[in-house]
């Protein structure tokens, strides 16, 4: 395809959500990316937001909306929308979730043997969204010899009453270990080798009936299972459902260490609901340069092999991720350079993109840079604002967008979901247009 | 050139230095297809950008519990070179190629296997084989004669064996008036009328079909197609590891490429293998860094690369006739690597009544000579299981592929009929023929 | 680099034990002062604040010098150099690897000096030869193709901690011990006499009463305290130096300018990465110090003009030590002039303490000739006339056993079992679970930072941002089985695992641009996001959980 109505740069959870959602509206779209991204470690939950003293994740987008510096500002209606077209989305890839964003935090355990405060989850953490009854234990289960779970750990560490930081716990956790068949003689074993066994029913079989016999030997009496998120990835709807029935008890899937096969079964479902809809993804294919005309974007050019590859768009959606996606380079003498566009980019000075205690997450200011927007979400100049976007046919969504600590703040797929939604939408009514032609802009990269 | 700009050029150019990117991610080994389906491959991460890091820039041989060892390196000889995992990887290594070299270090410290020699001499055996060819292809499909083969040379007795033509594509095409660059031919339209044929072996001496398809397309879009001198691109050689005999033959071909690219010819081919063989390995893999290997990498294109360029200029006849059918198409490998989409379903949707429809499956298990070894047959065969499960569901008569190798593997595992694109193009042209005559 | 022979460090003391000697300081002095002792025949104890070499031997470039740094300006210096060179390459060979080392003229470097460093190398015994530039450049790719002149000299690569645990292993088989993560506190004294060191359990926090008939202080930068705390007088120089390791290996071979020794002027593969250093800063706390931006451009400014490209290289961390400088004129000043010879100070004369001895300056290259000078003085005041050398024995060879260490080795040995990822702890730097839970076996209680120093853990790429969990997890599970106590477990964990994060990002954030601020970034991300780690660290237990 060498014209499309819009191409969006970034394959991750925004960048495939604006696509899909483009897609709908008609829009034929293509979807260009050096490699897949931040979503193939994505544990489960949808982080919408948090925010000090609240306990809903809509109280939150509504406190962080408060600050006009933050994407919130401009997208905390859009939230409910993205989020419901988001759930039926799911829901029709067979990977339904659970929870809304008015429901309160619960903790989900994770594979470390800490918690983190969710409300909407894939089924396959559900389980968690139900608060504890009075005895009710948490058995965490885990195949013995897997180097990224070690549930003795884990249950000692969840039985610390400060990792659940003040949110509704089990009374006791346990950590047991069992001997899953074949595993033992594997030379390799990593997440997604077990999820593929998961997806397999006749090894998923006597697996789950040995994790049932495991579970029983710990007592009776209400419990809740946890087990490492490996219940399978191609085939996770079946594995749960199978694994449901035969340990015949709730499973709360705990995240792990990456790659997060939750992340990877988003991944897949957005890529096939993409390309039921008629939308193009190029993997391993990132964009060079880019031709524009004054405020038009006209082309880009992707690096291929001896030469570029050049496809004439309409419309542009950069969803490069921040530092961590690689949309944003922090140079060694202090400038952050946007690695597409060029864009004008905002952030902290050198002496204060990590400082003090690295365990705590606001340790990183970092993490506010980005890419400042007006209310259609295309970029400005944070330098001078009034003078209207830079590109008129060029949206910006998720971690790229200024003003959020998605690490503190707990926001990215709520930002990329809800920037998803309007960015869409204001392709769609009309932001996008004709392919024209004009000079060449080499895409800066920035140093590493 | 400026210092700045050498040391520049030799860290752009340095797959090894790639490994710097790695964000220990382990996107790539999601994607890999032989870590999928054998315990015994760690994985690109593990071979790769890891591995790297315990290897020495010149290999010296060690002495190691009294057995001279060469390379650290083992598992990393079941990497089939599929590229899969460089496309995926978010920074930007390149991790397939840092495999086949550590597989070619291997190789290095040891005398070279009879097969794997072999395997690269593909003009050699087509040459050979050819004037014997209802020979060759019988004793190819004969049982006995194949277990002796994987015994002594070590090629799997149910290995995907092209089939000879008989005479080769040149010698065909010379004899019909093909022009190959002899003295006496007449002089060549300029490029925007005529272009370079790369034909590789396959469609030489295995699918001439293919050849004739090509340059019957071609030649309809007002192109004349001129077939140069040129021996195998030498991606087999580069595969096993004989980098010393594929930069002989890579210096040949650019001999005689070069000529044409400078005049600003363009080099179409049909095999995705050896168009990228031109375009990217004998930069990246034989170190081919001079001005005819630029020019060359520059002037190479996949022929469904080149004929969507030419419908972007408004100048491919579209005057296809319907094609009732559905057609399942599998991406090779090797064309994802080219990076520039996928031209032959944008081709495909020109034609009435085509439902081609892209399998959208990472590798079908061949790559390149990976899957004829004895040792890796079965692998192969697991890698491509779901694609040939796909095709034969979906009860399609013929299936689309770019790459010869992938087409051998395809057919033999599912027993359709495998074409190029451009056969599938050739035939609706002529369908459009016979419906414009018809009337 | 990794197995050494078990029990070689202890955990606890018995205090009924008069020790013949007591050395404090467990760097590469300590320990090579601690065998040389011991094969004289004296039952030495040796006792570190911490684990074993976190001094300036853990913090050091990995250059085993064959003295060509050193011919023009301090001859004699070179000449010790290049004795203990052939000595270590017979002895701890398992802790060398033979990279070889060349000086390059630069276009910045003068004609003077690089005309005469081959026979000021000669004068000094120095082997070098000059090489043909061509030939470099094809070797080291990498390296500025404008350089003039090459020379090749027999630089190695050495590896602290595993030399270290070898002296010690064969002192321990002799009957002497080494004590980690025992702090000397004090001293009694009774006239001229120290009669015993009151050495603290940092641990427990259980003080004891160490008796000893001879006092020895190797204490390196920290000489200055030990001293204090008996009542001798000791200025110390300390000297910081940064480095900043890079995640490849440019070079397989050390890179040194060939000019009058300055700052960044040497490049030195070190097993897995290549290090460039180094800065000379005069510090007056050898505990309280840091790196800045700018100590960091300058190395790579200076670094560029041996490596071009260097600043394109992806730069994993910066870290620091502090020479163990010594100027007796004791003004405590500036310290690129300060000499680097090492001196023994007997205190008997100086301070009227008949006991005590000190060795001060140096460098790990001589730490063997540094020990046998020191035991020569405190054997003639312990009236022992054993003679013995150290440069004679081999030490007890750790995993290569007498062969040199093979950048290949731990890969090769891993591919030799079979391969795979499923039992490796640390990826980046194939660390299995085997090799981690014997140094738990070995070394219970300990940190994840001690386990790094056995095993490398946590020295790659990643920097712990992956491995730091299946440490911790292995760590737990080991604990679980000792420690018995399972309310401690998770406390425990959780302390490793955020000690260990801490300190890895300590080296981080003096460098955090480009990829590995990216690097750093992601592993935030799914650290805190994924894996709630916060969660791990907080204190309490109200709030809705955020941090």
Same mark, same amino acid.
């Given at each position: 395809m060498a014209t499309a109505d819009v191409a969006i740069i970034g394959a991750g959870l925004a960048g495939l959500a604006t696509a899909v959602r483009l897609a709908e509206h008609g829009a034929r779209v293509v979807v260009l990316a050096q490699g897949n991204g931040a979503i193939h470690w994505a544990g489960g939950p949808i982080d919408v937001a948090v925010a000090p003293g609240v306990d809903t994740p809509a109280a939150a987008v509504g406190r962080l909306a408060?600050?006009?510096?933050?994407p919130y500002a401009v997208l905390a209606d859009d939230v409910p929308h993205a989020l419901g077209w988001f759930g039926s989305l799911v829901a029709e890839g067979d990977l339904p979730h659970a929870g809304s964003p008015g429901d309160p935090f619960r903790a989900l355990p994770t594979g470390i043997g800490g918690t983190r405060p969710v409300a909407i989850v894939p089924n396959g953490q559900a389980a968690i969204l139900r608060p504890w009854d009075p005895g009710e234990r948490l058995v965490v289960v885990g195949p013995a010899g897997f180097k990224d779970f070690w549930p003795l750990a884990i249950a000692a560490s969840l039985r610390r009453p400060s990792v659940w930081g003040g949110l509704d716990r089990p009374e006791r956790v346990e950590g047991v270990s069992v001997e899953l068949p074949g595993l033992a003689a594997r030379r390799n074993l990593n997440a997604l080798r077990i999820a593929d066994l998961f997806d397999d029913p006749a090894w998923r079989r006597p697996a789950l009936e040995a994790i049932a016999r495991a579970v029983d030997a710990t007592g009776s009496g209400p419990l809740r299972v946890g087990l490492p998120? &490996? &219940?399978?990835?191609?085939d996770h709807g079946a594995a749960l459902r199978g694994a449901l029935e035969v340990v015949d008890r709730p499973i709360v899937e705990l995240p792990l260490v990456p790659p997060g096969i939750p992340g990877i079964r988003l991944y897949g479902l957005l890529r096939d609901a993409l390309r039921a809809r008629g939308g193009r993804l190029l993997l391993g294919e990132p964009v060079v340069r880019v031709e524009t005309d004054g405020r038009r974007v006209l082309s880009v050019a992707t690096s291929a092999a001896a030469r570029s590859y050049v496809i004439r768009v309409g419309s542009l959606v950069l969803a490069t991720g921040g530092i961590a996606g690689g949309g944003l380079v922090g140079d060694p003498d202090g400038r952050i350079v946007e690695t597409v566009l060029g864009l004008p980019a905002e952030g902290p000075p050198i002496d204060r993109w990590m400082t003090g205690d690295p365990l705590d997450p606001g340790s990183m200011p970092i993490a506010l840079a980005g890419v400042r927007t007006d209310g259609e979400l295309r970029p400005v100049d944070p330098a001078d604002p009034g003078a209207g976007p830079v590109f008129d046919n060029v949206r910006v969504v998720g971690g790229l967008l200024a003003g959020q600590r998605s690490l503190a703040e707990r926001c990215g797929d709520g930002i990329a979901l809800a920037s998803a939604w309007r960015a869409a939408a204001s392709i769609a009514t009309g932001g996008g247009g004709a392919v024209g032609t004009a000079a060449a802009v080499p895409a800066p990269g920035g140093s590493r | 050139m400026t210092i700045a700009a050498l040391v520049d050029q030799a860290l752009d150019e340095s797959v090894g230095l790639s490994t710097d990117e790695c964000l220990k991610c382990n996107i790539c080994n999601t994607v890999c297809p032989v870590a999928r389906v054998d315990d015994r491959f760690p994985g690109p991460k593990y071979v790769g950008p890891q591995a790297q890091r315990f290897r020495l820039a010149a290999p010296v041989p060690v002495n190691l519990d009294g057995r001279r060892v060469h390379s650290p390196d083992v598992t990393v000889d079941w990497c089939s070179g599929c590229g899969w995992c460089t496309t995926a990887c978010p920074a930007g290594v390149k991790i397939a190629e840092v495999n086949s070299r550590a597989r070619a270090s291997i190789r290095a410290g040891r005398r070279p296997r009879l097969r794997d020699w072999m395997i690269g001499q593909t003009d050699l055996l087509g040459r050979l084989g050819a004037p014997f060819a209802p020979l060759a292809n019988w004793a190819f499909r004969n049982r006995p004669i194949r277990a002796l083969i994987e015994l002594t040379i070590g090629i799997h007795r149910k290995a995907p064996l092209p089939v000879y033509a008989g005479r080769p594509f040149r010698s065909r095409f010379r004899r019909r008036g093909g022009r190959v660059g002899r003295p006496g031919e007449p002089v060549l339209p300029p490029p925007d009328r005529a272009v370079v044929y790369f034909h590789g072996c396959a469609a030489n001496y295995y699918e001439p079909h293919v050849a004739d398809a090509a340059i019957a397309v071609l030649e309809r879009n007002g192109f004349e197609v001129i077939a140069p001198p040129q021996v195998c691109c030498g991606l087999p050689l580069i595969s096993n590891g004989l980098y010393g005999q594929a930069r002989g033959q890579a210096r040949q071909n650019l001999d005689v490429l070069a000529e044409y690219a400078r005049q600003g010819y363009r080099i179409v081919g049909t095999s995705t293998s050896c168009t990228h063989t031109l375009k990217a390995e004998y930069d990246e893999? *034989?170190? *081919?860094?001079?001005e005819d290997a630029r020019v060359v990498a520059e002037a190479t294109w996949d022929i469904c690369e080149f004929l969507v360029d030419l419908h972007e200029q408004g100048r491919l006849d579209t005057r296809f006739g319907r094609l009732d059918e559905d057609l399942p198409y599998h991406a090779p490998c090797q064309l994802r690597s080219h990076g520039i989409g996928l031209p032959a379903m944008d081709l495909f949707e020109l034609v009435p009544g085509l439902r081609a429809v892209d399998m959208d499956h990472d590798c079908c298990g061949i790559a390149g000579t990976y899957g004829l070894k004895r040792e890796k047959y079965e692998i192969a065969m697991r890698v491509g299981a779901d694609l040939f499960r796909k095709i034969e569901a979906s009860g399609a008569t013929e299936t689309a592929c770019d790459s010869e190798t992938c087409r051998w593997q395809i057919a033999s595992a599912t027993g359709t009929t495998v074409r190029h694109p451009v056969e599938i193009l050739a035939a609706a042209y002529a369908a459009g023929d016979r419906a414009a005559t018809a009337h | 680099m990794t197995a050494s022979p078990p029990t070689a460090v202890s955990t606890t003391l018995d205090a009924r034990i008069a020790w013949d000697a007591l050395v404090i300081g467990g760097g590469a002095t300590g320990a090579g002062l601690l065998r040389d002792l011991a094969r004289r025949g004296l039952r030495t104890l040796l006792v570190d604040r911490s684990d074993l070499g976190t001094g300036t031997s853990g913090r050091y470039h990995g250059l085993l010098h064959s003295g060509g740094r050193y011919v023009a300006k301090d001859p004699n210096a070179a000449r010790e150099c290049i004795v203990e060179n052939r000595v270590l390459r017979r002895i701890a060979k398992f802790a060398i690897e033979d990279t070889g080392g060349y000086f390059v003229a630069t276009p910045d470097d003068p004609d003077e000096y690089v005309d005469a460093f081959r026979e000021a190398c000669a004068a000094s015994d120095v082997d070098c030869h000059e090489v043909e530039v061509a030939a470099l450049l094809r070797r080291v790719p990498t390296l500025n193709p404008a350089i003039r002149r090459a020379f090749a000299v027999p630089d190695a690569a050495v590896e602290p901690w595993s030399l270290i645990d070898a002296n010690v292993a064969d002192a321990v088989a002799l009957g002497s011990r080494a004590l980690a993560y025992h702090r000397v506190v004090g001293f009694e004294r009774s006239g001229e006499r120290i009669l015993a060191a009151r050495v603290e359990d940092v641990r427990s926090g259980t003080v004891h009463r160490v008796m000893a008939a001879q006092v020895v202080s190797?204490?390196?930068?920290?000489g200055g305290q030990i001293a204090a705390m008996a009542g001798a007088q000791l200025t110390m120089a300390p000297g910081k130096g940064t480095m900043l390791v890079f995640n490849q290996r440019m070079t397989d071979a050390i890179i040194n300018r060939c000019h009058k020794p300055g700052d960044g002027d040497i490049m030195v593969p070190v097993g897995t990465v290549a290090i460039l250093g180094t800065t000379d800063i005069h510090v007056a706390d050898p505990d309280d110090w840091a790196i800045t931006r700018d100590e960091v451009d300058e190395l790579l400014d200076e670094g560029e003009k041996l490596f071009p490209g260097l600043r394109r290289m992806r730069l994993l961390r910066a870290y620091g030590g502090v020479r163990p400088l010594y100027d007796p004129g004791e003004t405590g000043t500036e310290s690129r002039d300060v000499t680097r010879a090492h001196v023994v100070l007997d205190h008997a004369a100086r301070d009227g303490l008949s006991n005590f001895t000190s060795i001060v300056g140096g460098k790990l290259t001589t730490y063997r000739l540094m020990a046998q000078d020191t035991a020569d003085v405190v054997c003639a005041k312990a009236g022992v006339t054993t003679a013995v050398s150290t440069a004679d024995e081999p030490l007890? /060879? /750790?995993?290569?056993?007498?062969?040199f260490h093979w950048l290949g080795g731990r890969l090769a040995a891993h591919e030799a079992d079979g391969g795979g990822d499923a039992d490796l702890i640390c990826e980046c730097e194939l660390v299995t679970r085997s090799m981690l839970e014997e140094v738990l076996e070995r070394r219970w209680p300990c940190s994840l930072d001690d386990v790094r120093r056995a095993t490398r853990l946590g020295m790659g790429p990643c920097q712990g941002g992956f491995c730091t969990f299946r440490a911790a997890g292995a760590v737990a599970d080991h604990a679980a089985r000792v420690a018995g106590s399972q309310a401690e477990v998770g406390k425990m964990t959780a302390t490793a695992m955020a000690e260990f994060i801490r300190e890895r990002q300590r080296g981080t954030q003096p460098i955090a641009h480009g990829r590995q601020l990216q690097e750093a970034l992601i592993a935030a991300g799914f650290q805190w996001g994924t894996l709630g780690l916060d969660s791990l660290v907080r204190t309490g237990g109200g709030g809705d959980g955020n941090g």
């Amino acid at each position: 395809m060498a014209t499309a109505d819009v191409a969006i740069i970034g394959a991750g959870l925004a960048g495939l959500a604006t696509a899909v959602r483009l897609a709908e509206h008609g829009a034929r779209v293509v979807v260009l990316a050096q490699g897949n991204g931040a979503i193939h470690w994505a544990g489960g939950p949808i982080d919408v937001a948090v925010a000090p003293g609240v306990d809903t994740p809509a109280a939150a987008v509504g406190r962080l909306a408060s600050n006009p510096a933050h994407p919130y500002a401009v997208l905390a209606d859009d939230v409910p929308h993205a989020l419901g077209w988001f759930g039926s989305l799911v829901a029709e890839g067979d990977l339904p979730h659970a929870g809304s964003p008015g429901d309160p935090f619960r903790a989900l355990p994770t594979g470390i043997g800490g918690t983190r405060p969710v409300a909407i989850v894939p089924n396959g953490q559900a389980a968690i969204l139900r608060p504890w009854d009075p005895g009710e234990r948490l058995v965490v289960v885990g195949p013995a010899g897997f180097k990224d779970f070690w549930p003795l750990a884990i249950a000692a560490s969840l039985r610390r009453p400060s990792v659940w930081g003040g949110l509704d716990r089990p009374e006791r956790v346990e950590g047991v270990s069992v001997e899953l068949p074949g595993l033992a003689a594997r030379r390799n074993l990593n997440a997604l080798r077990i999820a593929d066994l998961f997806d397999d029913p006749a090894w998923r079989r006597p697996a789950l009936e040995a994790i049932a016999r495991a579970v029983d030997a710990t007592g009776s009496g209400p419990l809740r299972v946890g087990l490492p998120a &490996v &219940v399978g990835c191609r085939d996770h709807g079946a594995a749960l459902r199978g694994a449901l029935e035969v340990v015949d008890r709730p499973i709360v899937e705990l995240p792990l260490v990456p790659p997060g096969i939750p992340g990877i079964r988003l991944y897949g479902l957005l890529r096939d609901a993409l390309r039921a809809r008629g939308g193009r993804l190029l993997l391993g294919e990132p964009v060079v340069r880019v031709e524009t005309d004054g405020r038009r974007v006209l082309s880009v050019a992707t690096s291929a092999a001896a030469r570029s590859y050049v496809i004439r768009v309409g419309s542009l959606v950069l969803a490069t991720g921040g530092i961590a996606g690689g949309g944003l380079v922090g140079d060694p003498d202090g400038r952050i350079v946007e690695t597409v566009l060029g864009l004008p980019a905002e952030g902290p000075p050198i002496d204060r993109w990590m400082t003090g205690d690295p365990l705590d997450p606001g340790s990183m200011p970092i993490a506010l840079a980005g890419v400042r927007t007006d209310g259609e979400l295309r970029p400005v100049d944070p330098a001078d604002p009034g003078a209207g976007p830079v590109f008129d046919n060029v949206r910006v969504v998720g971690g790229l967008l200024a003003g959020q600590r998605s690490l503190a703040e707990r926001c990215g797929d709520g930002i990329a979901l809800a920037s998803a939604w309007r960015a869409a939408a204001s392709i769609a009514t009309g932001g996008g247009g004709a392919v024209g032609t004009a000079a060449a802009v080499p895409a800066p990269g920035g140093s590493r | 050139m400026t210092i700045a700009a050498l040391v520049d050029q030799a860290l752009d150019e340095s797959v090894g230095l790639s490994t710097d990117e790695c964000l220990k991610c382990n996107i790539c080994n999601t994607v890999c297809p032989v870590a999928r389906v054998d315990d015994r491959f760690p994985g690109p991460k593990y071979v790769g950008p890891q591995a790297q890091r315990f290897r020495l820039a010149a290999p010296v041989p060690v002495n190691l519990d009294g057995r001279r060892v060469h390379s650290p390196d083992v598992t990393v000889d079941w990497c089939s070179g599929c590229g899969w995992c460089t496309t995926a990887c978010p920074a930007g290594v390149k991790i397939a190629e840092v495999n086949s070299r550590a597989r070619a270090s291997i190789r290095a410290g040891r005398r070279p296997r009879l097969r794997d020699w072999m395997i690269g001499q593909t003009d050699l055996l087509g040459r050979l084989g050819a004037p014997f060819a209802p020979l060759a292809n019988w004793a190819f499909r004969n049982r006995p004669i194949r277990a002796l083969i994987e015994l002594t040379i070590g090629i799997h007795r149910k290995a995907p064996l092209p089939v000879y033509a008989g005479r080769p594509f040149r010698s065909r095409f010379r004899r019909r008036g093909g022009r190959v660059g002899r003295p006496g031919e007449p002089v060549l339209p300029p490029p925007d009328r005529a272009v370079v044929y790369f034909h590789g072996c396959a469609a030489n001496y295995y699918e001439p079909h293919v050849a004739d398809a090509a340059i019957a397309v071609l030649e309809r879009n007002g192109f004349e197609v001129i077939a140069p001198p040129q021996v195998c691109c030498g991606l087999p050689l580069i595969s096993n590891g004989l980098y010393g005999q594929a930069r002989g033959q890579a210096r040949q071909n650019l001999d005689v490429l070069a000529e044409y690219a400078r005049q600003g010819y363009r080099i179409v081919g049909t095999s995705t293998s050896c168009t990228h063989t031109l375009k990217a390995e004998y930069d990246e893999m *034989l170190d *081919l860094h001079d001005e005819d290997a630029r020019v060359v990498a520059e002037a190479t294109w996949d022929i469904c690369e080149f004929l969507v360029d030419l419908h972007e200029q408004g100048r491919l006849d579209t005057r296809f006739g319907r094609l009732d059918e559905d057609l399942p198409y599998h991406a090779p490998c090797q064309l994802r690597s080219h990076g520039i989409g996928l031209p032959a379903m944008d081709l495909f949707e020109l034609v009435p009544g085509l439902r081609a429809v892209d399998m959208d499956h990472d590798c079908c298990g061949i790559a390149g000579t990976y899957g004829l070894k004895r040792e890796k047959y079965e692998i192969a065969m697991r890698v491509g299981a779901d694609l040939f499960r796909k095709i034969e569901a979906s009860g399609a008569t013929e299936t689309a592929c770019d790459s010869e190798t992938c087409r051998w593997q395809i057919a033999s595992a599912t027993g359709t009929t495998v074409r190029h694109p451009v056969e599938i193009l050739a035939a609706a042209y002529a369908a459009g023929d016979r419906a414009a005559t018809a009337h | 680099m990794t197995a050494s022979p078990p029990t070689a460090v202890s955990t606890t003391l018995d205090a009924r034990i008069a020790w013949d000697a007591l050395v404090i300081g467990g760097g590469a002095t300590g320990a090579g002062l601690l065998r040389d002792l011991a094969r004289r025949g004296l039952r030495t104890l040796l006792v570190d604040r911490s684990d074993l070499g976190t001094g300036t031997s853990g913090r050091y470039h990995g250059l085993l010098h064959s003295g060509g740094r050193y011919v023009a300006k301090d001859p004699n210096a070179a000449r010790e150099c290049i004795v203990e060179n052939r000595v270590l390459r017979r002895i701890a060979k398992f802790a060398i690897e033979d990279t070889g080392g060349y000086f390059v003229a630069t276009p910045d470097d003068p004609d003077e000096y690089v005309d005469a460093f081959r026979e000021a190398c000669a004068a000094s015994d120095v082997d070098c030869h000059e090489v043909e530039v061509a030939a470099l450049l094809r070797r080291v790719p990498t390296l500025n193709p404008a350089i003039r002149r090459a020379f090749a000299v027999p630089d190695a690569a050495v590896e602290p901690w595993s030399l270290i645990d070898a002296n010690v292993a064969d002192a321990v088989a002799l009957g002497s011990r080494a004590l980690a993560y025992h702090r000397v506190v004090g001293f009694e004294r009774s006239g001229e006499r120290i009669l015993a060191a009151r050495v603290e359990d940092v641990r427990s926090g259980t003080v004891h009463r160490v008796m000893a008939a001879q006092v020895v202080s190797a204490a390196g930068a920290w000489g200055g305290q030990i001293a204090a705390m008996a009542g001798a007088q000791l200025t110390m120089a300390p000297g910081k130096g940064t480095m900043l390791v890079f995640n490849q290996r440019m070079t397989d071979a050390i890179i040194n300018r060939c000019h009058k020794p300055g700052d960044g002027d040497i490049m030195v593969p070190v097993g897995t990465v290549a290090i460039l250093g180094t800065t000379d800063i005069h510090v007056a706390d050898p505990d309280d110090w840091a790196i800045t931006r700018d100590e960091v451009d300058e190395l790579l400014d200076e670094g560029e003009k041996l490596f071009p490209g260097l600043r394109r290289m992806r730069l994993l961390r910066a870290y620091g030590g502090v020479r163990p400088l010594y100027d007796p004129g004791e003004t405590g000043t500036e310290s690129r002039d300060v000499t680097r010879a090492h001196v023994v100070l007997d205190h008997a004369a100086r301070d009227g303490l008949s006991n005590f001895t000190s060795i001060v300056g140096g460098k790990l290259t001589t730490y063997r000739l540094m020990a046998q000078d020191t035991a020569d003085v405190v054997c003639a005041k312990a009236g022992v006339t054993t003679a013995v050398s150290t440069a004679d024995e081999p030490l007890p /060879g /750790g995993e290569h056993g007498q062969r040199f260490h093979w950048l290949g080795g731990r890969l090769a040995a891993h591919e030799a079992d079979g391969g795979g990822d499923a039992d490796l702890i640390c990826e980046c730097e194939l660390v299995t679970r085997s090799m981690l839970e014997e140094v738990l076996e070995r070394r219970w209680p300990c940190s994840l930072d001690d386990v790094r120093r056995a095993t490398r853990l946590g020295m790659g790429p990643c920097q712990g941002g992956f491995c730091t969990f299946r440490a911790a997890g292995a760590v737990a599970d080991h604990a679980a089985r000792v420690a018995g106590s399972q309310a401690e477990v998770g406390k425990m964990t959780a302390t490793a695992m955020a000690e260990f994060i801490r300190e890895r990002q300590r080296g981080t954030q003096p460098i955090a641009h480009g990829r590995q601020l990216q690097e750093a970034l992601i592993a935030a991300g799914f650290q805190w996001g994924t894996l709630g780690l916060d969660s791990l660290v907080r204190t309490g237990g109200g709030g809705d959980g955020n941090g």
